[in-house]
């Protein structure tokens, strides 16, 4: 078995929150551009919370080595929720 190298973990979580945050990014585009073309609040609230979520996670990619803190997971289970209904809520309402 070969040595583990402590400095790829890091490297690959930055990665992955920064793929994570390109995706949220694009999720929000989308749900805003149908918001406004729909004029739907919910929609545009959803797209709002997206590209909060978006901006957190590529905030987690900047700083890999830094642990993300409780109160941060629970301010992003919190958005990732209410965007969650504002979403649902706009499909089931359009």
């Known amino acids: 078995m070969s040595e583990r190298d402590p400095g790829l973990q890091p490297e690959r979580t930055a990665l992955a929150w920064r793929r994570t945050a390109l995706s949220a990014a694009v999720a929000a585009v989308v749900l805003l551009r149908a918001g406004l073309i729909e004029r739907s609040a919910p929609g545009l609230l959803a ?46 309402w359009s």
Do not use: K, N
């Open 47 to 92: 797209g709002f919370g997206s590209l909060v979520l978006a901006v957190l996670a590529g905030w987690a990619g900047l700083f890999p080595r830094r642990a993300v803190g409780p109160r941060t997971l629970l301010i992003a289970a919190a958005i990732t929720s209410v965007t969650g209904m504002l979403a649902g809520g706009h499909l089931l």
